[in-house]
């Protein structure tokens, strides 16, 4: 049953809507529309990527927004009413360096002042990129010491693999003072048990929880990776 109560949006009303904003600088583009869910897609390039060359994930947030926000105003049951983005929560998980990346927007709650929108994001070729989750969302939020860290190590990374500068990341997650969470997908071809071993051997206090019948780069998706990390976070605040 659809779920428009000003009409059934088009994407030329969404794209006329977007002229001249941020939206339309950065390439957003509407997709599909459908009973009670938008489609919308943003490109990686220079407009939208970080300086590590993979799609920011405030680039990530803006489609999000984008869509919640151009979908909640087409559910609004008053005159008169306008709805904009009043929080969220977005849970970065993989990355990509070019392509496009497409937003699903779907209604969680409709009520008469408030709405709730769950928006999905995918690459290309269907896997998750971005999953705004309020419950991993808030626990992250109040971990925001260990995850800029975590954001460190990962660049760190990054400089080291893709753009060749001499960093010794092993040196640096061996310096780490505070405990560390690693998902381990045991059917990783490119983080083997032994490398696990390795970095327990590094860090004894390393908590590690096996994701079964997953390979390299886990998956909050998963129930099992969810509720690690809230369980992890919530020892740690």
């Not at 780490?176 to 083997?192: A, R």
């Not at 908590?207 to 990390?229: Q, Y």
């Amino acid at each position: 049953m659809a779920i428009w109560t000003r009409g059934i949006p088009t994407r030329e009303q969404l794209a006329e809507a977007s002229k001249n904003t941020a939206v339309a600088t950065m390439g957003i583009e509407y997709v599909e529309i459908g009973e009670d869910y938008v489609i919308g897609r943003i490109p990686v390039d220079e407009r939208t990527v970080q300086p590590f060359g993979i799609l920011h994930g405030g680039s990530s947030v803006v489609l999000a927004e984008t869509l919640g926000s151009m979908a909640a105003n087409y559910c609004l049951r008053k005159e008169g009413q306008i709805a904009v983005g009043l929080d969220i929560n977005a849970n970065h998980i993989r990355s990509v360096t070019k392509g496009w990346v497409y937003g699903t927007a779907r209604p969680v709650h409709i009520g008469g002042t408030t709405q709730v929108w769950e928006i999905k994001l995918e690459n290309e070729e269907g896997k998750p990129q971005s999953d705004m989750d309020p419950a991993v969302g808030d626990a992250l939020r109040k971990a925001a010491p260990v995850v800029k860290i975590l954001r460190l190590l990962n660049r760190l990374h990054l400089l080291r693999t893709v753009h060749g500068v001499p960093i010794d990341t092993w040196d640096c997650f061996r310096s780490l003072t505070m405990p560390c969470l690693l998902l381990h997908g045991v059917l990783s071809d490119v983080l083997s048990e032994g490398i696990v071993n390795s970095m327990q051997d590094a860090k004894p206090d390393l908590e590690v929880v096996k994701v079964p019948d997953r390979g390299h780069a886990p998956f909050l998706g998963e129930p099992v990776a969810r509720a690690a990390i809230v369980a992890f976070l919530v020892r740690l605040i």
